[in-house]
């Protein structure tokens, strides 16, 4: 991680923790995993340290989900899939593959712009909660 020399404890901590997992946590997600390990460590403390991550470029914001801001360490461009009945966000496999590899130049066309980032989000039910749906049918 750049500027690691710089991370007090608590922010190596708070983003080890973001960056080892992939469920696209929240504050509170964080907190919890890390209070238990740093009996210090306040809610308004990892609140603040993922701004400054966002601001670093080392984090993004996936959204809100479920009234929760989520956050994501895997910075390169990729599409999102959120279950809107658990809440489970779940990074595309393939990224952009399954899209027109050329969106970005459509998007330009279109607009007359010139596109520097993106976020595509789309919304269902994961498997898991699909299955369910469709056995409490049967």
């Not at 608590?10 to 929240?26: F, G, N």
Request: with cysteine; aromatic share 10%; glycine share 6%.
């Amino acid at each position: 991680m750049q500027n690691k020399r710089n991370f007090s404890a608590k922010r190596e901590a708070i983003y080890q923790t973001l960056a080892s997992t992939d469920v696209h946590p929240s504050a509170e997600w964080v907190y919890q995993k890390l209070k238990p390990k740093l009996p210090g460590l306040s809610l308004g403390t990892v609140y603040r340290n993922l701004s400054v991550f966002k601001e670093m470029g080392l984090a993004r914001s996936v959204g809100v989900v479920n009234g929760h801001e989520r956050f994501d360490a895997k910075m390169t461009p990729h599409p999102h899939f959120v279950c809107q009945r658990c809440y489970r966000i779940i990074d595309i496999p393939g990224g952009f593959n399954i899209l027109d590899n050329k969106i970005y130049q459509n998007v330009e066309i279109e607009c007359d712009a010139k596109v520097e980032t993106h976020s595509i989000t789309f919304y269902g039910l994961c498997g898991s909660c699909k299955r369910s749906e469709t056995d409490q049918e049967q």
